[in-house]
T-cell receptor, first 121, second 107 residues
Framework: QVHLVESGGGVVQPGRSLRLSCGASGFIFRNYGMHWVRQAPGEGLEWVAAIYYDGSNEYFADSVTGRFTISRDNSQNTLYLQMNSLRAEDTAVYYCARDWGGGNSGYIDYWGQGILVTVSS | DIQVTQSPSSLSASVGDRVTITCRASQGISRWLAWYQQKPGKAPRSLMYATSTLESGVPSRFSGSGFGTDFTLTITNLQPEDFATYYC?????????FGQGTKLEIK
């Protein structure tokens, strides 16, 4: 079955960087678009970024544009989120998620368990 | 960006009840609306896409309807495992956007 496992979270100071990873298994990773979605403590879901199945296109929420990058290594079945210039408002649980299709249809059919990123001095 | 507004924000119901959650988009999104269920401390679970198509394994007591700007999620014969927070999401236009959530609690 589809399995998505995030890693790389933790506590980081404002202005610093952090890279999240997501290991995928149980499906043909290179065929699917992928997303990052986050959820601040006690808040709702916020879509963050998406990448096409082949990495040819990337999409970002306005709140992270210019600070976050998304990438993937299809040979390693791994998705990444590089987060730079982190702010307190980036504190959230970050979910790795699979798009229904190969691009950015926007519909998410599988979710990882999430990983907490805390931005604090 | 398309805004998505859910109502109510919270709802109390009993086992066996029928409940309806509404989602309204700020502009027409055709039928490109999804519903997700989230339990405390857990990842969201995808329930339904394209307004009314259930994901595999989702019980038939869940149903969806609507088109354009107004959509509903209906749960009949509520079961204890259905008490959770529900989010709608439009994916007609980039960026995809979520509603603020509806917390369904046991009365």
């Amino acid at each position: 079955q589809v399995h998505l496992v995030e890693s790389g979270g933790g506590v980081v100071q404002p202005g610093r960087s952090l890279r999240l990873s997501c290991g995928a298994s149980g499906f043909i990773f290179r065929n699917y678009g992928m997303h990052w979605v986050r959820q601040a403590p006690g808040e709702g879901l916020e879509w963050v970024a998406a990448i096409y199945y082949d990495g040819s296109n990337e999409y970002f929420a306005d709140s992270v544009t210019g600070r976050f990058t998304i990438s993937r290594d299809n040979s390693q079945n791994t998705l990444y989120l590089q987060m730079n210039s982190l702010r307190a408002e980036d504190t959230a649980v970050y979910y790795c998620a699979r798009d229904w299709g190969g691009g950015n249809s926007g519909y998410i059919d599988y979710w990882g368990q999430g990983i907490l990123v805390t931005v604090s001095s | 960006d398309i805004q998505v507004t859910q109502s109510p924000s919270s709802l109390s119901a009993s086992v066996g009840d029928r409940v309806t959650i509404t989602c309204r988009a700020s502009q027409g999104i055709s039928r490109w609306l999804a519903w997700y269920q989230q339990k405390p401390g857990k990842a969201p679970r995808s329930l339904m896409y394209a307004t009314s198509t259930l994901e595999s394994g989702v019980p038939s007591r869940f149903s969806g309807s609507g088109f354009g700007t107004d959509f509903t999620l209906t749960i009949t014969n509520l079961q204890p495992e259905d008490f959770a927070t529900y989010y709608c999401q439009q994916y007609n236009s980039y960026p995809q956007t979520f509603g603020q959530g509806t917390k369904l609690e046991i009365k």
